[in-house]
C-alpha cells in the first residue's frame, strides 16, 4: 500500500482560542473542530497534520520540516503574522516549490488597513480567505489538485 501524502496545516498566534476568539468575526468552531473537518475531507487521499503556535520561529521551522520531510503542501494561515513576518515570506520562498496555500477564516481585506498587506501572499500559490472554516476545505482541495 502506497503511503498517502502529508498536508501540513500550520496555524499562528491566537488560533488556538477559535471558538471562543471574537466569533462573530473567526465563527464558533475550534481549531480541533477544523481538523477533524479536514481529517474528513482528506480521508483516503491526504494524512493531515494539523499545529499551532503562538511563535513565529515555529513557525518557520515547521515549513523547514516540511520541506525537509517531503510534505506534499503546506496550509498557511499565520493569524497576525501574515502582515509582519518577513522571516515567513522568506521561508516560504526558501522551500520552493513547495507549494504554500494561504488561509484567512475572515476577509483581511475587508477589515483594518494594516490587514490589508499581506507577506504571506506574496509567495503564497494562493489565497483563501472570508469563507469561515470552509476556507481550510478549500485551500485543501488546490493542494490535493496540485
Ligand atoms: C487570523 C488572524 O489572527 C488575524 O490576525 C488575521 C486571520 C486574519 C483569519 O481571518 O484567519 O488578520
Not at 482560542?17 to 481529517?39: C, F, H, N, V
Amino acid at each position: 500500500m502506497t503511503a498517502l501524502p502529508i498536508i501540513f496545516v500550520l496555524n499562528g498566534p491566537n488560533l488556538n482560542r477559535l471558538g471562543k476568539r471574537e466569533p462573530e468575526i473567526y465563527g464558533t468552531q475550534t481549531l480541533a473542530d477544523i481538523g477533524a473537518m479536514l481529517t474528513a475531507e482528506a480521508a483516503g487521499r491526504a494524512t493531515i497534520d494539523l499545529r499551532q503556535s503562538n511563535h513565529e520561529g515555529a513557525l518557520v521551522d515547521w515549513l523547514h520540516e516540511a520541506a525537509d520531510t517531503g510534505v506534499h503542501a503546506v496550509l498557511l494561515n499565520a493569524g497576525a503574522y501574515t502582515h509582519t513576518s518577513i522571516a515567513l515570506l522568506d521561508a516560504i520562498k526558501a522551500i520552493a516549490p513547495l507549494p504554500v496555500f494561504e488561509v484567512h477564516l475572515s476577509d483581511p481585506h475587508t477589515r483594518e488597513g494594516f490587514r490589508h498587506m499581506s507577506y504571506v501572499g506574496m509567495a503564497a500559490v494562493a489565497s483563501f480567505a472570508g469563507h469561515g472554516a470552509a476556507s481550510y476545505t478549500l485551500a485543501l482541495e488546490a493542494a490535493l489538485a496540485q
